[in-house]
């Protein structure tokens, strides 16, 4: 079974830091690139950024330079380092894995991120 778990939201202020965690099932997490995308009021749900089992990273242009994505194996979890953040970066944020295998996308529940001006 297939599961995501995300933490790490809250609310914070401009220019404060959060750092979210989404622990995978080992199987899930070792065949699949991990990502995040967020969701804004009446916005239709976006890539943040991802990074595949082997490293690699993309970023959304507006998050570049703030944001930072990683993995750690042993955890079977994915984190995303926000700093700078702006009253813009308001969304639910969701963890992603798709499979390399077949293409699948899991989801997470979604967790809360607010940054008041």
């Known amino acids: 079974q297939v599961q995501l778990v995300e933490s790490g939201g809250g609310l914070v202020q401009a220019g404060g830091s959060l750092r979210l965690s989404c622990v995978a099932s080992?199987?899930?997490?070792?065949?699949?690139?991990m990502g995040w995308y967020r969701q804004a009021p009446g916005k239709q749900r976006e890539l943040v950024a991802h990074?595949?089992?082997?490293?690699?990273?993309r970023y959304a242009d507006s998050v570049k330079g703030r944001f930072t994505i990683s993995r750690d194996s042993a955890k079977n979890t994915v984190y995303l380092q926000m700093n700078s953040l702006k009253p813009e970066d308001t969304a639910v944020y969701y963890c992603?894995?798709?499979?390399?295998?077949?293409?699948?996308?899991?989801w997470g529940q979604g967790t809360q991120v607010t940054v008041s001006s």
């Open positions: 080992r199987s899930i997490f070792r065949s699949s690139t």
């Open positions: 990074i595949t089992y082997g490293g690699t990273t």
């Open positions: 992603n894995a798709r499979s390399t295998y077949n293409g699948n996308d899991y």
